[in-house]
């Protein structure tokens, strides 16, 4: 496909803009020397390469997206235009506190529901993402342990079955990772655990639901240890989908946790678009908390930094538009809603999970949260096909592959999750195309081992395009 860069030609333009009718003033010295090497397009051409483009793209709107521990859910539009309303679009996060009561009235409200829907006394709205929310409450369980001159404490303890950016923030935080290996039945192992802490455990992060997607049936066993060892408890929160409203990680003993409202509260996930990864604790960590947090005081509100903040680590509230899409989406379902939808989550991952147990082998065989692992193993050593090969012939069928290779603890993994927004009929063609590809596999391996057949593109070298990614055109003088 052609870039813009490629198209197009001298003099072309938009005719509809009025040209300009005040002198051009720009300082000599800030004039460049020669015109920049941008394209010349009519209207026309550069409509049609724009929708052209999204024509290759697949998305949650396409179809069946159940890409695991992602929650591709279809996030309801009228969100959107809230979101877009000019009372929240423009504002500048410098105007007086009295000039903006309904964006700090946004945050306050929409801190104390997702306060009642965990069980923490506080959130803070600067992390952009999952991941920098991690970073953060890994910030203020050091901030804890500093501030009572607990300097000992430089271990952070990971389970195996953490979600991969959980050992990553807590080395970047600046502590030690020790990893635990989870037991056969897929949640962690208590003996490991109790090994591993001791007077230098600053914490432990778990994932829960883990990402073979169950929900640890030791939780309490667990929060405890740690805790009896002089340790806080950090609750990765990002597949909230599949407890919220049902579950709090607050009283399970849980100090610190975040949110991906981008996963799970109505901004949409993947694109690159902004995310927001708020962070939760408990009283005793709030005075760490960073950024701004509003007061109330008689109904004016009023922002303020806590006394011994870690700082910011982003500027203002962070991506403030996904939290007004938050806020409104949590209004919208309610009380009743929000618990409706994590348990349906749920029951669809079940469905899936237990129609297509006859014909894969399921890498835990129990009650799932919203997702589920297969693996592909059995498969691979009968018929030569991988999961690789399986999620490249999905396209073939319109359908958004799971998540593959994850997690890292299950050999030719597939992770389904198909989220509360599907029909049961697009949950029964999704578990169709899946038999579908294994009978593929048994009658006609090859044509799997060459798919995709019918994408715009086969198969990438996907190290090399990770690695040596060309993302920026260059211009070839002819
Ligand atoms: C997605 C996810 C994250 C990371 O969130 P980002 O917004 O992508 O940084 C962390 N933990 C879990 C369990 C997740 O599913």
Redesign the pocket.
Known sequence: MELLFEKGGEGRRSRYLPSCDVPELAPKTHLRASAPALPQLSEVEVDRHYEALSRRAYGVCEGFYPLG???MKYNPAVNEDLAALPGFTDIHPLQPAHTVQGCLNVLRITEKFLCSITGMDGFTFQPA??????FTGLLLIKAYHRDREDTARTKIIVPDSA?G??PASAAMAGFTVVNIPSGPDGCVDLEALKAAVGPDTAGLML?NPN?VGLFDRNILEITRIVHEAGGLCYY?G??LNAVMGVARPGDMGFDVMHL?L??TFSTP?GGGGP?S?PVGCKDFLLPYMPGIRVRDEHDVLSALIPERSIGSVRGFNGNFLVVVRALAYLLALGREGVPEAAINAVLNANYMRVKLAGDFDMAYDHTCMHEFVMTLQQLKDDTGVSALDAAKGLLDLGIHPPTMYFPLIVHEALMVEPTETETKETLDAGIEALRQIKKTAETDPETLRHSPHQAVIGRPDEVEAARHPVIRWQETKA
Not at 129 to 134: I, K, L, W
């Open positions: 521990s992602c929650t993402a999952g991941a920098h929310g991690e979600h950016t959980n994932t990402t990765d990002a597949n991906n981008h996963k996930h995310g990864g």
